[in-house]
C-alpha cells in the first residue's frame, strides 16, 4: 500500500516545506527577535500542559474509528486499532487535502480481517462525524464572533467566508451522497460528462467507476447508521470535543513565551484557531502549508497587539512557530509512531504465521511419513505370516 520509499518521499517533502517556511519567516520577521522571545520568558510548565493537551486530543480524536470498527468485531485487540486510527495523523499530514489517511486505514484494517465493505462503511461514518464536527465547531465560533472578526480583518474576511462555504458544502455534500439515490445518480452522470472532455480525461482518465462506488458506499454507510444512530452521535460527540480540546492550545501556548492572552479572551482566542484552519482548507499542500501560517498570523495579531505585547509581530510570529510544532510537526511523528508501530507489529504476525504454517507442513510430513512407515512394517508383517504358511 505505502512502500517505504513512499513514506521517505513524504518526510522528504515535509521537510522541504519546512525549510521553506524558515526562509519565509526570515524574510518576514526578525528571527533574532523571534529567538530572543523565546529565550527571554520561556517556561516549561506551561509546554508540557500544551504537550498534554495535544496528546490528549490525539487520544480523543481516535476513539470514534476504534467504536466503530469494535461493534463488528469485538474481538480484535483495543492496541491494533489504536495504532491504525493514529495512523491517520502520519498520512493526512503528508497528503495533499489530508487524503491519505483513510486509503491506508482500510488496507491495515483489512490485514486485520476487517472485510472491506465494513472498513469503508465505517471510515466514512467516522469522516462524515469529523466533517460535521467540524462545522458544528466553526459554525458556532462564526456566529458568536463575526462581526468583530470582520471589523478587525476586514480584507482578510472573504478567505474566511471560502473556507467556511467548501467546508459547509463538503458536509452538505457527504449528506445528499448518503440520503439521495437521485443526487448520487446525477452526481455520477455529471462525472461522467465531465470526463469525456478530452483534456480532462487526458488528465485525470475516467473516473465514473470510482465516483460510483464512492456513492454506493456512502449510501452504505447511511444505512448502517440508521441502525445504530446512538452510537454515531457519541462518535460526533467525541469529534466535537477532540476540536474543542485542539482548539485551546493556542491559549496555552502564549503562556509558554511569558506574552498570555488574558482569560476574557479565551473564547476569542478559541474561535481564531478555528478561523485560522477553517480559511486554509483550499490550500493543497499537505497541512495546508503556507496557508495556515499566514491566517494565524493575520489573525492573532489584533488579539496580541490588545493584550500588551511589546512586539506584536515577533510575538506572533513565536506563537505560531510553537502551535504549528506542536499541532502539526509533533503531530505528523506520532502518527509515524503509530504507523511503525502497527506495521512491525503486523510483520512479526505474518513471519510468526509463516513459521506455524512451516511447522505445521513439516509435521503433516513427519506424519505421512510415520502412517508410510507403519504401513511398510505392516506389509512385512503380512510377509512373513506367508512365508511361514
Same mark, same amino acid.
Given at each position: 500500500?505505502?512502500?517505504?520509499?513512499?513514506i521517505i518521499?513524504?518526510?522528504i517533502?515535509?521537510l522541504?516545506i519546512?525549510i521553506?517556511?524558515?526562509?519565509?519567516?526570515?524574510?518576514?520577521?526578525? #528571527?533574532?527577535?523571534i529567538?530572543?522571545?523565546?529565550?527571554?520568558?520561556?517556561?516549561?510548565?506551561?509546554l508540557?500542559a500544551c504537550?498534554?493537551?495535544?496528546?490528549?486530543? =490525539?487520544?480523543?480524536y481516535k476513539?470514534?474509528l476504534?467504536?466503530l470498527?469494535?461493534?463488528h468485531? &469485538?474481538?480484535?485487540?483495543? &492496541?491494533?486499532?489504536?495504532?491504525i486510527?493514529g495512523?491517520?495523523?502520519?498520512?493526512? !499530514?503528508?497528503?495533499?487535502?489530508?487524503?491519505?489517511?483513510q486509503?491506508?486505514q482500510?488496507? !491495515?484494517?483489512?490485514?486485520?480481517?476487517?472485510?472491506?465493505?465494513?472498513?469503508?462503511?465505517?471510515?466514512?461514518?467516522?469522516?462524515?462525524?469529523?466533517?460535521v464536527?467540524?462545522?458544528i465547531?466553526s459554525?458556532?465560533?462564526?456566529?458568536?464572533?463575526?462581526?468583530?472578526?470582520?471589523?478587525?480583518?476586514?480584507?482578510?474576511?472573504?478567505?474566511?467566508?471560502?473556507?467556511?462555504?467548501?467546508?459547509?458544502?463538503?458536509m452538505?455534500?457527504?449528506?445528499l451522497?448518503?440520503?439521495?439515490?437521485?443526487?448520487?445518480?446525477?452526481?455520477?452522470?455529471?462525472?461522467?460528462?465531465?470526463?469525456?472532455?478530452?483534456?480532462?480525461?487526458?488528465?485525470?482518465?475516467?473516473?465514473?467507476?470510482s465516483?460510483t462506488?464512492?456513492v454506493?458506499?456512502m449510501?452504505t454507510?447511511?444505512?448502517?447508521?440508521?441502525?445504530?444512530m446512538?452510537?454515531?452521535?457519541?462518535?460526533?460527540f467525541?469529534?466535537v470535543?477532540?476540536?474543542?480540546?485542539?482548539? =485551546?492550545?493556542?491559549?496555552?501556548?502564549?503562556?509558554?513565551?511569558?506574552?498570555?492572552?488574558?482569560?476574557?479572551?479565551?473564547?476569542? =482566542?478559541?474561535a481564531?484557531?478555528?478561523?485560522?484552519?477553517?480559511?486554509? #482548507?483550499?490550500v493543497?499542500?499537505?497541512?495546508?502549508?503556507?496557508?495556515?501560517e499566514?491566517a494565524?498570523?493575520?489573525?492573532? &495579531?489584533?488579539?496580541?497587539?490588545?493584550?500588551g505585547a511589546?512586539d506584536?509581530?515577533?510575538?506572533?510570529q513565536?506563537?505560531?512557530?510553537?502551535w504549528?510544532?506542536?499541532?502539526?510537526?509533533?503531530?505528523?511523528?506520532y502518527?509515524?509512531?503509530?504507523?511503525?508501530?502497527f506495521?512491525?507489529?503486523?510483520?512479526?504476525?505474518?513471519?510468526?504465521?509463516?513459521?506455524?504454517?512451516?511447522n505445521?507442513?513439516?509435521?503433516?510430513?513427519?506424519?505421512?511419513?510415520?502412517?508410510?512407515?507403519?504401513?511398510?512394517?505392516?506389509l512385512?508383517e503380512?510377509n512373513?505370516?506367508d512365508i511361514?504358511?
Amino acid at each position: 500500500m505505502y512502500s517505504k520509499k513512499k513514506i521517505i518521499k513524504y518526510l522528504i517533502l515535509i521537510l522541504a516545506i519546512l525549510i521553506l517556511l524558515v526562509v519565509l519567516l526570515t524574510q518576514i520577521g526578525d #528571527i533574532k527577535k523571534i529567538v530572543n522571545v523565546f529565550a527571554s520568558g520561556f517556561n516549561a510548565w506551561w509546554l508540557v500542559a500544551c504537550f498534554g493537551l495535544i496528546l490528549l486530543y =490525539c487520544f480523543v480524536y481516535k476513539l470514534p474509528l476504534i467504536i466503530l470498527v469494535k461493534r463488528h468485531y &469485538k474481538n480484535l485487540k483495543f &492496541k491494533d486499532l489504536y495504532f491504525i486510527s493514529g495512523s491517520e495523523f502520519f498520512f493526512n !499530514a503528508v497528503t495533499p487535502f489530508a487524503s491519505g489517511g483513510q486509503p491506508f486505514q482500510a488496507y !491495515a484494517l483489512k490485514q486485520k480481517n476487517v472485510s472491506l465493505a465494513d472498513s469503508t462503511s465505517d471510515l466514512l461514518l467516522n469522516f462524515l462525524a469529523y466533517q460535521v464536527a467540524l462545522n458544528i465547531v466553526s459554525g458556532v465560533c462564526a456566529i458568536v464572533f463575526f462581526n468583530r472578526l470582520h471589523s478587525e480583518i476586514d480584507n482578510f474576511i472573504i478567505l474566511f467566508i471560502v473556507g467556511f462555504s467548501i467546508n459547509f458544502l463538503i458536509m452538505i455534500l457527504l449528506l445528499l451522497l448518503g440520503t439521495s439515490k437521485t443526487f448520487g445518480k446525477a452526481l455520477i452522470k455529471l462525472i461522467s460528462l465531465i470526463c469525456k472532455i478530452k483534456p480532462i480525461k487526458k488528465l485525470v482518465g475516467d473516473k465514473t467507476d470510482s465516483i460510483t462506488q464512492y456513492v454506493n458506499d456512502m449510501q452504505t454507510a447511511f444505512k448502517n447508521m440508521k441502525k445504530d444512530m446512538l452510537t454515531w452521535f457519541l462518535c460526533l460527540f467525541i469529534k466535537v470535543l477532540a476540536n474543542v480540546i485542539y482548539y =485551546c492550545i493556542p491559549f496555552l501556548g502564549f503562556y509558554v513565551i511569558n506574552n498570555g492572552i488574558s482569560t476574557k479572551e479565551f473564547f476569542y =482566542c478559541f474561535a481564531l484557531t478555528s478561523f485560522s484552519l477553517t480559511t486554509t #482548507i483550499w490550500v493543497p499542500l499537505p497541512g495546508a502549508s503556507g496557508g495556515v501560517e499566514l491566517a494565524f498570523l493575520v489573525l492573532f &495579531k489584533k488579539l496580541i497587539t490588545d493584550s500588551g505585547a511589546s512586539d506584536p509581530d515577533s510575538v506572533a510570529q513565536s506563537g505560531m512557530l510553537l502551535w504549528r510544532f506542536l499541532t502539526y510537526y509533533f503531530v505528523l511523528i506520532y502518527g509515524l509512531i503509530d504507523y511503525i508501530i502497527f506495521d512491525t507489529t503486523m510483520t512479526k504476525e505474518l513471519k510468526l504465521l509463516q513459521a506455524n504454517d512451516k511447522n505445521n507442513q513439516v509435521n503433516s510430513e513427519n506424519t505421512d511419513e510415520i502412517s508410510e512407515e507403519i504401513d511398510n512394517n505392516s506389509l512385512n508383517e503380512d510377509n512373513k505370516s506367508d512365508i511361514i504358511k
